[in-house]
């Protein structure tokens, strides 16, 4: 196992009836902004909900943060803030408002030239704001960890950053909001998650028995209740269980003592940053492609994984490899979650692209062993193009 430091200090309310312990998570000296998204608080009745919680605080409000959110966006409420000294940020709903407003409470103190260089030269926070979530999605993990993924529209740049400053306070975490959402997203925040647990666990082995059996304990859970939230999002104990997946994956659990890989991430952002592809169809497209050509360098982790996840023990290992393979993606694909670019319309113009964008941006070795060249992203791609 590798050396580590494990600190995670956000409060989890989770549940049905919780929302009325907010009150004792924010002062009354603190004035709030609620974030949120397009309108889905409206519609699945929190907003009425918080809004009756916090009737004795000041409130001020920020809608219209959009699903892959942007600086732009985030910029116009940092500047809200700042003129009405706003001094707590609550985020209401999925990844995308969390994300900016841990990206918001973090430009409100920045003192350089442009908060954007948080991201793109990765500057130190030296402060951020305080924050709280309600959310309203299970996919992301955002509600408990210190990450941050952010657009900027105008030079289709999706890039990420993490600082302990972006920890919320608090995080309810509410699966019966989450039973409104579109079956659409249900697959994505399953598929999300998952992958989230596989950049964690299949890399190579380091003696790390605990962290895989963790890992492989969330993967049997999403293939028990996915299917079964994803046919019926309304299905409480389905979501409330897929809403603990998604947090456990990547709240820094499963990450201590062992590699991280993040490079179906890091090449799956660029298809969205691209083509707006949603987040974790990106995930969907990339990995199959990343496990067939890495398939030696990971091979230990993808026999491990076959034979616990799927029950995959009989034939050689090349066929045990390949029938994971083919496995995972019938999974992926059970929840209408397509897995080739062709079936996104993106094509060999894109893969010279996003080459040459990673290249530009000294991207050239990354993944758990620093094996993902430009060379292998252009292979992946190429695996997943028809
Ligand atoms: O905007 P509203 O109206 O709220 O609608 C949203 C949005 O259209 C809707 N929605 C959310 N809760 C709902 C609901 N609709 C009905 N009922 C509800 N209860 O769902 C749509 C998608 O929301 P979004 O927040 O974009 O989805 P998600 O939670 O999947 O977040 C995706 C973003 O998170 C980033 C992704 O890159 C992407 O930008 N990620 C963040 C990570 C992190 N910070 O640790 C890790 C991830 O790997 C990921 O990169
Ligand atoms: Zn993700």
């Given at each position: 196992?590798?050396?580590?430091?494990?600190?995670?200090?956000?409060?989890?309310?989770?549940?049905k009836?919780?929302?009325?312990?907010?009150?004792?998570?924010?002062s009354r000296e603190?004035?709030?902004?609620?974030?949120?998204?397009?309108?889905?608080?409206f519609?699945?009745?929190?907003?009425?909900?918080?809004?009756?919680?916090?009737?004795d605080?000041?409130?001020?409000?920020f809608?219209?943060?959009?699903?892959?959110?942007?600086?732009e966006?985030a910029?116009?409420?940092?500047?809200?803030i700042?003129?009405?000294k706003?001094?707590?940020?609550?985020?209401?709903?999925?990844?995308?408002v969390i994300?900016?407003?841990?990206?918001?409470?973090?430009a409100?103190?920045y003192?350089?030239?442009?908060?954007w260089?948080?991201?793109?030269?990765?500057?130190?926070v030296k402060?951020?704001?305080?924050?709280?979530?309600?959310?309203?999605?299970?996919?992301?993990?955002?509600?408990?960890?210190m990450?941050?993924?952010?657009?900027?529209k105008?030079?289709?740049?999706?890039l990420?950053?993490?600082?302990?400053?972006?920890?919320?306070?608090?995080?309810?975490?509410?699966?019966?909001?989450?039973?409104?959402?579109?079956?659409?997203?249900?697959?994505?925040?399953?598929?999300?998650?998952?992958?989230?647990?596989?950049?964690?666990?299949?890399t190579?082995?380091?003696?790390?028995?605990?962290?895989?059996r963790?890992?492989?304990?969330?993967?049997?859970?999403?293939?028990e209740?996915?299917?079964k939230?994803?046919?019926?999002?309304?299905?409480?104990?389905a979501?409330?269980?897929?809403?603990?997946?998604?947090?456990m994956?990547l709240n820094g659990l499963?990450?201590?003592?062992?590699?991280?890989?993040?490079?179906?991430?890091?090449?799956?952002h660029?298809?969205?940053?691209?083509?707006d592809?949603?987040?974790a169809?990106t995930?969907?497209?990339?990995?199959?492609?990343?496990?067939?050509?890495?398939?030696?360098e990971?091979?230990?982790?993808?026999?491990?994984?076959?034979?616990r996840?799927?029950?995959?023990?009989?034939?050689?290992?090349?066929?045990?490899?390949?029938?994971?393979?083919?496995?995972?993606?019938?999974?992926?694909e059970?929840?209408?979650i397509?897995?080739?670019l062709?079936d996104?319309?993106v094509?060999?113009?894109?893969?010279?692209?996003i080459?040459?964008?990673?290249?530009?941006?000294?991207?050239?070795?990354?993944?758990?062993?620093?094996?993902v060249?430009?060379?292998?992203?252009?292979?992946?791609?190429?695996?997943?193009?028809?």
């Amino acid at each position: 196992m590798k050396d580590f430091e494990f600190y995670n200090p956000v409060r989890i309310f989770f549940g049905k009836d919780q929302l009325d312990k907010i009150k004792s998570q924010i002062s009354r000296e603190e004035k709030v902004l609620i974030l949120y998204g397009s309108g889905s608080i409206f519609r699945n009745g929190i907003y009425n909900n918080i809004k009756e919680e916090l009737k004795d605080y000041e409130i001020f409000e920020f809608g219209g943060i959009e699903p892959n959110p942007s600086y732009e966006t985030a910029m116009k409420a940092v500047k809200i803030i700042k003129e009405n000294k706003i001094n707590f940020l609550l985020a209401v709903g999925g990844g995308s408002v969390i994300d900016a407003t841990k990206f918001i409470a973090a430009a409100v103190f920045y003192d350089g030239v442009d908060p954007w260089n948080i991201l793109l030269k990765g500057e130190t926070v030296k402060k951020s704001m305080p924050l709280g979530v309600i959310l309203t999605l299970p996919a992301t993990g955002t509600e408990m960890n210190m990450n941050s993924v952010m657009t900027r529209k105008s030079t289709q740049d999706k890039l990420a950053f993490s600082t302990p400053f972006s920890y919320p306070r608090f995080s309810f975490l509410l699966p019966e909001a989450a039973g409104s959402l579109p079956k659409r997203q249900v697959a994505n925040g399953i598929v999300d998650a998952f992958v989230h647990v596989i950049e964690q666990y299949l890399t190579y082995p380091v003696n790390a028995p605990l962290q895989d059996r963790f890992a492989e304990a969330i993967l049997l859970t999403l293939i028990e209740e996915g299917p079964k939230v994803y046919s019926n999002p309304a299905d409480y104990d389905a979501m409330a269980n897929l809403m603990w997946c998604a947090t456990m994956a990547l709240n820094g659990l499963i990450q201590c003592g062992v590699p991280g890989d993040w490079s179906v991430h890091s090449i799956g952002h660029e298809l969205t940053a691209l083509h707006d592809i949603d987040h974790a169809r990106t995930l969907a497209i990339v990995l199959p492609g990343l496990w067939t050509v890495l398939k030696n360098e990971k091979r230990e982790k993808l026999l491990q994984y076959g034979e616990r996840v799927w029950k995959i023990s009989g034939g050689t290992e090349d066929e045990r490899i390949t029938k994971t393979i083919d496995k995972t993606v019938e999974f992926f694909e059970s929840l209408d979650i397509k897995t080739r670019l062709s079936d996104y319309g993106v094509k060999q113009d894109t893969i010279d692209k996003i080459v040459s964008r990673l290249e530009n941006r000294g991207m050239i070795l990354f993944g758990d062993r620093q094996l993902v060249t430009p060379v292998i992203v252009r292979k992946i791609l190429e695996c997943q193009k028809n």
